[in-house]
């Protein structure tokens, strides 16, 4: 299954960037990508952490401030410590969106609560201590769902960031999909050969890796096992970034699969194709578009299924802007 014949994916996020207007301002951050593009394929699940510990809105504003080797949430205007209570409300709130289905998380960023990286932490007497703190909530996150693809909404108006995100929610959900149908060594064999080329393109290396784990492993480990060790491993994979040099490789790679059979006008149009976009005279659709088209033409068996040339619906352009 394609990610444009997928069901739609569930994914949680925080409630302001739809739009609700739960900050401790009264205002709300709306994001449109999230909203009216990206929202067209998700089923979304909101959540604000601060407005549902009760604090209210509009509400005083809150801070992460370092305590010894802990960090606490205060409300520095009037010394409320509301640690205890996000944390418990976290565990909850974690333990219920286990029974979700969730495929991925947008989070606010630079939020006490909801930041995942890069959030500021004061020091109680003089000032702020340094911008490396993670949110209360966003760390109960990533604790409770170590593989889950998570993004926050500043980082994701990086088009190569985006696309990267996006790319792990549909892996993910057709890993859930596949879990679903039941594992066995011959699935996720299935799995692994139709992402292979997708994986290439975050990382060669991980990719190697992901097949000598099938190889060695699948001889003497149960399938849900197995399950386990490559999932782990497949995500850890997907978390890297690919770059023009890695998309070319993957390119090249493909196009080899039936160059031989093409006129030589159209083989030679294919290798200029690739090489002027990776020399950035060209988005990344162009190309895939074209490897598509002689996919097609050819009955090129072994691509048809190839993950990589089909990772997410084209109406989100996200390859247009690579």
């Known amino acids: 299954m394609t990610a444009r014949d997928s069901s739609r994916v569930r ?17 709300h951050k709306k994001d449109e990508f999230l909203t009216s593009h990206f929202g067209r394929y998700v089923e979304w699940v909101p959540v604000c952490p601060e407005f549902e510990i009760g604090l209210g809105v509009p509400r005083e504003s809150l801070r992460l401030v370092a305590d010894g080797k802990n960090v606490r949430l205060v ?6 410590d509301h640690t205890e209570r996000m944390n418990n409300w976290t565990k909850e709130q974690t333990r219920h969106l286990m029974d979700q289905g969730l495929c991925g998380y947008v989070l606010k960023r630079s939020s006490p609560s909801c930041g995942l990286e890069r959030v500021k932490v004061y020091s109680g007497s003089s000032g702020l201590l340094n911008r490396e703190g993670r949110g209360l909530f966003a760390s109960g996150l990533v604790d409770r769902f170590p593989n889950l693809p998570m ?10 960031f985006r ?7 549909f892996c993910y959900k057709r890993w859930m999909d596949l879990q679903g149908e039941g594992l066995t060594r011959a699935r996720i064999m299935q799995f692994h050969a139709r992402h292979k080329f997708l994986l290439m393109a975050h990382e060669q290396a991980g990719m190697r890796r992901l097949g000598n784990l099938i190889g060695q492993a699948a001889r003497s480990i149960s399938a849900k096992q197995l399950g386990v060790e490559y999932f782990d491993a497949f995500c850890e994979v997907m978390r890297h970034t690919p770059s023009r040099r890695n998309h070319t490789n993957v390119l090249q790679h493909l196009a080899g699969y039936f160059s031989e059979q093409l006129a030589p006008d159209d083989r030679a149009e294919l290798s200029e194709v690739i090489d002027r976009y990776r020399r950035d005279r060209l988005p990344l659709i162009v190309p895939v578009t074209l490897i598509r088209h002689y996919v097609r033409k050819l009955n090129v068996e072994y691509l048809r299924d190839q993950i990589y040339l089909d990772p997410h619906p084209d109406e989100l352009n996200l390859l247009n802007q690579l």
Do not use: M, W
């Open 151 to 160: 993004g926050e909404e500043g980082r994701l108006s990086n088009a190569r």
């Open 11 to 27: 994914i949680g996020i925080s409630s302001c960037l739809l739009g609700e207007k739960v900050r401790f301002d009264g205002g």
């Open 75 to 80: 409300a520095p205007r009037s010394g409320l």
């Open 163 to 169: 696309e990267n995100f996006v790319s792990q929610v």
